[in-house]
């Protein structure tokens, strides 16, 4: 099973940017919406952000909504996550999966390593 590969976390102060990237097999890529989930410490994963599979539709959680946007560049096979104005709870383990809605699309299991963001005040 062809895992999902994200990159571009990395430490950063409060109000700065970072710009992840996931790539994805294209029979997963070319076939779902795709999504960004978050895990922090001591909590549940929790969705982020979502698009469409012709990319002009998305969905954000309140707490990043108007500081992240999501974007995928479908000859890639590439998801995106731009993070501006990051806070200190943005903190935490990002990994990239076929949604539906936002969920984890159910049945998949292809779990990437993640990229961690750690943003301090």
């Known amino acids: 099973q062809v895992r999902l590969v994200e990159s571009g976390g990395g430490s950063v102060q409060a109000g700065g940017s970072l710009r992840l990237s996931c790539t994805a097999p294209p029979r997963t890529f070319g076939s779902f919406p795709m999504g960004w989930f978050r895990q922090s410490p001591g909590k549940e994963r929790e969705f982020v952000a979502a698009?469409?599979?012709?990319?002009?539709?998305?969905a954000y959680s309140d707490s990043v909504k108007g500081r992240f946007t999501i974007s995928r560049d479908s000859p890639r096979n590439t998801l995106y996550l731009q993070k501006n104005t990051l806070e200190p709870e943005d903190t935490g383990l990002y990994s990239c999966?076929?949604?539906?809605?936002?969920?984890?699309?159910?049945?998949?299991?292809?779990w990437g390593q993640g990229t961690q963001v750690t943003v301090s005040s």
């Open positions: 999966a076929p949604t539906s809605g936002r969920a984890v699309r159910t049945g998949f299991s292809a």
């Open positions: 698009v469409d599979l012709s990319g002009r539709n998305t």
